[in-house]
């Protein structure tokens, strides 16, 4: 299976807010998630929902609000559907011009029980946050941050393969090396990694000297040979190992200790094809008061126009958020433990510390082949697969 990785120009701007000042936002992040309903290049879909199967959630406990509490599973929750992944879109077209305004498709809107990062194109967060961040230098507020690099998205497709985790560290890991800070996002439907826009050629010289060259037919960035894209077993493993070394020495000289929230439980999950919009204005419903937002959420959309999820895998909690299973792809048993790290005591501009973590999970644990990200401004996010709970501990308790 090969990977691909297409290069969107559009320039996103990345916003941080401390949690307890999310409230100073949230009509800001209304305007943003209704100007995405209403955006008339939403492509509309004439498939139906009537045959898909709810799951009845029976058995399942009530996700707590606070990040200690626990969630036991549901013994008698029914599968859906796993078959419905979208369809692969064609890649987006090269533009020629790199301030193009068809950007406004992506926005990507985490939050984590202390922060909330917001991603959108530079146009729309000058449009819809500039007022409030203006507020907030005012007011002195120092937790919330308008980083001052712009980014640009690489979105990797790793497609029928087992083994994505992997082949995402694989096209990171150069990068990394050659201290280029990186965002990590995982969809349901692909990875995405943001990248510094003023180091784009500097991206893709790395990506063309890895055995990437540009396709005029996909209009990607694909691998030249055969299905591994980087380098060998070999280089790849002493590359990760320096990579893991730099990480783990910066997370002690910092006293950082990634956190394992073991009774937090989650799903990455995404929206049916046709409930697009109505997933976006579920979520401006959640997003609208700081009441009704889980501690963990995130709603991604990506340039082909899916709608990605992290939802609490609790039914009952997912059906009060109006995300009951007959709304959303997946299987309702994949379930993703987050990893917190806490960027705050490292400088902004830091690199390689999500991928090092990865690579030193993915490495040295024999069964851990699936990972998943959210990276936020000020803090990182990798959600594992809740049977690999104790490998990871262990892991972590030995470095």
Not at 69 to 90: C, E, F, R
Not at 128 to 147: A, G, S, T
């Amino acid at each position: 299976m090969s990977t691909q990785v297409h290069l969107n120009p559009t320039m996103l701007s990345i916003l941080s807010i401390s949690r307890d000042k999310y409230w100073i936002f949230i009509s800001s992040i209304l305007q943003l998630l209704y100007h995405s309903v209403d955006n008339s290049n939403f492509q509309k879909s004439s498939i139906g929902d009537e045959d898909d199967d709810d799951d009845d959630g029976n058995g399942l406990d009530e996700y707590s609000s606070n990040t200690s509490a626990s969630d036991s599973d549901g013994l008698n929750t029914k599968l859906v559907d796993n078959s419905s992944k979208l369809p692969p879109s064609p890649p987006l077209e090269e533009p020629i011009e790199e301030d193009t305004e068809t950007e406004d498709y992506f926005f990507h809107i985490a939050l984590t029980p202390v922060e909330c990062t917001i991603i959108c194109s530079q146009k729309l967060m000058k449009q819809y946050f500039q007022q409030p961040i203006e507020i907030c230098k005012q007011l002195n507020y120092h937790d919330v941050q308008l980083l001052p690099e712009k980014y640009l998205c690489l979105s990797v497709d790793c497609d029928g393969s087992s083994d994505n985790s992997l082949r995402i560290l694989e096209l990171t890991k150069p990068l990394s090396e050659n201290n280029i800070s990186l965002f990590f996002i995982s969809s349901h439907f692909n990875d995405i990694v943001l990248i510094p826009y003023d180091l784009k050629q500097k991206v893709i010289n790395i990506l063309t000297k890895n055995s990437f060259e540009f396709s005029d037919v996909s209009n990607s960035y694909i691998p030249t040979f055969g299905a591994s894209p980087i380098a060998t077993e070999f280089d790849f493993e002493q590359g990760s190992k320096k990579l893991e070394e730099r990480t783990f020495e910066s997370f002690k000289q910092s006293q950082i200790h990634p956190m394992i929230n073991n009774k937090v439980k989650l799903l990455l999950t995404g929206s049916r094809q046709g409930e697009v919009n109505n997933a976006i204005i579920k979520s401006a419903r959640i997003l609208s008061s700081t009441e009704t937002i889980p501690n963990y959420f995130a709603i991604t959309r990506t340039y082909y126009n899916e709608v990605s999820l992290v939802l609490p895998k609790s039914s009952k909690q997912r059906i009060r958020l109006g995300f009951d299973s007959k709304y959303i792809i997946g299987s309702t048993q994949d379930i993703i433990i987050p990893i917190t790290i806490d960027f705050s005591k490292l400088p902004l501009d830091s690199t390689g510390i999500v991928a090092g973590l990865a690579s030193k999970l993915i490495t040295a644990g024999e069964n851990v082949s699936e990972l998943y990200y959210f990276s936020m401004a000020r803090s990182g996010v990798v959600m594992i697969p809740q049977e690999n709970i104790e490998t990871i501990a262990k892991i972590l308790h030995d470095v």
